[in-house]
């Protein structure tokens, strides 16, 4: 099987030191790439060090919601810029997005809104954080005319809220969360999705998978999650991996064999 994480935060210093070892025992069980997104300006340097599409490594730059009080309007228009440039390993604006549980709502809509242009203007994927906002995040979606592609990332919530960011061309990130018996709500709502809306990812070294300690999540736990979904699904392992597979390949803008470079067909 080959699969892709398409939201690991590999820059975190949970990963110094011992990233090859990750990569490749990741790349033992079939995890091919991953993609770094890059959270506020002071990290993105670092997070584009770490870009090596060549070993299915690619990054995002963006402003996450934590992070808006550390920057100003030029970051923007400096983020505009130097993804318009293309550079190399770069494909998607994020993680930005909505957080209810940390910050203003009524601040953070203007930087979202912002990416959001961002990611339509240059054609690239958009990575959306939305914690106990998905309305607000949809409605900001709406009226921005989104038409672009856009992976809900950490998706927790109703059949009804992801079944509308799916009808907007969305896809939903499948992660750890599935694999807590508490989640229920999530679990019945991913058993009922589309497999073509969804992508798997880690999140690592947070949202970590159950029996996973908190802090110390990693690519190497993806195939879990893969487990888990098929098993809520009743869907084959090895055909949901390829479908799933697909779909990243279609979020990001890549083939498929292109975005999991680090796995070899199997």
């Not at 038409?147 to 998706?155: D, E, M, T, Y």
């Amino acid at each position: 099987m080959r699969l892709f994480d398409a939201h690991c935060h590999f820059d975190f210093p949970r990963f110094d030191g011992v990233r090859e070892r990750e990569l490749a025992n990741a790349a033992a069980v079939g995890v091919g790439g991953l993609v770094i997104p890059g959270v506020r300006r002071a990290d993105w340097d670092r997070v584009r060090s770490l870009s090596a599409p060549e070993n299915g490594l690619w990054y995002c730059l963006g402003i996450h919601p934590w992070f808006i009080s550390e920057h100003t309007p030029q970051d923007l228009a400096d983020l505009e810029a130097l993804l318009g440039g293309r550079p190399s390993g770069c494909i998607g604006v994020g993680e930005c997005g909505l957080d209810a549980l940390r910050g203003d709502l009524s601040e953070q809509l203007p930087w979202f809104s912002a990416q959001v242009g961002i990611a339509a203007r240059l054609n690239l994927a958009l990575v959306v954080h939305s914690v106990k906002a998905h309305d607000q995040v949809y409605a900001a979606l709406r009226s921005g005319s989104w038409q672009g592609r856009a992976l809900i990332h950490g998706f927790s919530g109703s059949y009804q809220q992801a079944k509308k960011f799916i009808d907007l061309g969305c896809y939903i990130g499948v992660g750890g969360v599935i694999t807590h018996g508490r989640a229920r709500k999530t679990r019945e709502a991913i058993a009922r999705l589309p497999a073509d809306a969804l992508v798997l990812e880690t999140d690592a070294p947070d949202m970590a998978p159950s029996g996973v300690p908190v802090g110390e999540n990693s690519p190497t736990y993806l195939p879990a999650i893969l487990a888990q979904l098929a098993k809520l699904r009743g869907d084959n392992e090895e055909l949901l991996a390829e479908v799933l597979l697909g779909n990243a390949g279609r979020l990001y803008g890549l083939a498929p064999e292109v975005l999991a470079a680090g796995a070899a067909p199997g």
